[in-house]
């Protein structure tokens, strides 16, 4: 049976990183080797957003890889794409991640200031030409460190989802114009982590403002956790079966359990240390959380958007929503490509690719990716207290 460990890190980061790593049966690190740790940056939030992997989770990974007798660790990521590039080093800096490289003598690296690796004609989900970097394939160890967190167009954002970090930057919305689960499952299949260690630590529970919504009424059911195993699917099946999501509508595991890359039937896996169904919690989807909040919102083309124009807008939505605002009136926003415009409803157009030509009477968010402050302060202008 494949191994998925959960332990709590009430007390000790390292000590519960040790023991989630044991709990695989892998032994993880071998003198001299060469480790890359792709942690969740996506952006240059504040450590206890839940927007990123936990940087108190990052120092003890890094920790354990140099008391093993690594010869070398490297923090690397490649953060989101609407993420200004003037924006990409904050990722580390503003985060707290370049302190920990400092304070145990590692290196940390943005991926898109090095060399990338080319691959064509994968697959009819993936872009023609795409580029991965080379990082991914020069280390001897892999940790994919992701966070717990949902996500509007793949319903959780785990394990798998977080291998996108290794795409050249300019190539992270082409994955969005096919089918992204489709597109993320090849991706698992060129990229092949060493283990996995999914961060569920309290800070990333409880904001997850960028792709999801957090009830504070779950809150006492939620342990400080890391969930560890090799299996890449079956770490992301515990995971959202933790959030109280199936595992079996989530269209990355089931379709990675299908292409050979991992175990989604809960049933043979097998998940030592604490139990899944104490740990268990539910989270809102930020699709149900909108629609309770703004029911007069319609989203539209939203599985056409690249996250550049998606988690800005949703981000911006359920930060309105967190302080009760309300729509004046029926809005509709659409995105993506050849966007289908309700007559007699007020429409926002956002992002480059949501333009109609020659229709210069509707509101338009131009920008590619658009600006987070400029989504915002034009929501503000349908939105009442």
């Known amino acids: 049976m494949i191994n998925v460990s959960i332990t709590n890190t009430e007390k000790d980061f390292y000590t519960a990183l040790t023991n989630a790593i044991n709990g695989t049966g892998v032994r993880l690190i071998a003198p001299g080797d060469c480790v890359l740790i792709k942690p969740n940056l996506v952006e240059p939030a504040h450590p206890n957003s839940g927007q990123i992997t936990n940087p108190y989770v990052i120092e003890a990974v890094a920790r354990y890889c140099l008391e093993y007798g690594a010869k070398s660790v490297i923090i690397g990521e490649g953060p989101s794409y609407y993420q200004p ?73 785990l394990a798998m989802k977080n291998l996108k970090g290794c795409l050249k930057r300019e190539d992270k919305p082409l994955f969005h114009r096919i089918d992204l ?44 956790l890391l969930i ?48 899944l169904k104490q740990l268990k919690f539910k989270v809102s989807l930020p699709q149900e959380q909108l629609q309770q909040s703004f029911p007069l919102l319609e989203i539209t083309g939203a599985d056409k958007a690249c996250s ?43 992002g480059d690719c949501a333009q109609i030509k020659d229709n210069n009477e509707l509101n338009r968010i131009t920008g590619c990716p658009p600006n987070r402050e400029v989504i915002f302060n034009t929501l503000t202008k349908y939105i009442s207290y």
């Not at 898109?112 to 970097?133: A, K, Q």
């Not at 959202?240 to 809960?266: F, Q, R």
């Not at 930060?319 to 007020?346: D, H, M, W």
């Open 85 to 157: 590039q003037s924006h990409l080093r904050d990722c580390f800096t503003h985060t707290g991640v370049s302190d920990v490289a400092k304070k145990l003598g590692i290196e940390w690296i943005l991926f898109d200031e090095h060399e990338y690796r080319v691959f064509r004609d994968i697959s009819d989900c993936t872009p023609p030409e795409f580029r991965i970097t080379e990082f991914a394939f020069n280390c001897d160890k892999f940790i994919n460190l992701p966070v717990l967190k949902t996500h509007w167009l793949t319903r959780v954002t």
């Open 228 to 275: 560890a195993s090799t299996d890449i699917v079956a770490a992301d099946t515990v995971g959202s079966a933790l959030m109280g999501i199936d595992p079996a509508d989530v269209d990355t595991i089931t379709l990675g359990a299908k292409a050979g890359l991992g175990e989604n039937n809960l049933t043979r896996i097998n998940i030592s240390g604490d139990d």
């Open 308 to 350: 550049g124009c998606l988690i800005p807008l949703i981000s911006s939505l359920l930060f309105l929503a967190e302080r009760n605002a309300k729509l004046s009136y029926p809005l509709q926003i659409c995105l993506g490509n050849n966007p289908k415009v309700v007559e007699n409803k007020t429409c926002l157009l956002v």
């Open 181 to 224: 689960p489709r597109a993320v499952v090849e991706l698992s299949k060129i990229i092949k982590p060493t283990i996995n260690i999914i961060d569920c630590t309290p800070n990333t529970i409880v904001r997850q403002m960028s792709t999801s919504y957090y009830n504070p009424k779950n809150e006492k059911s939620i342990g400080k």
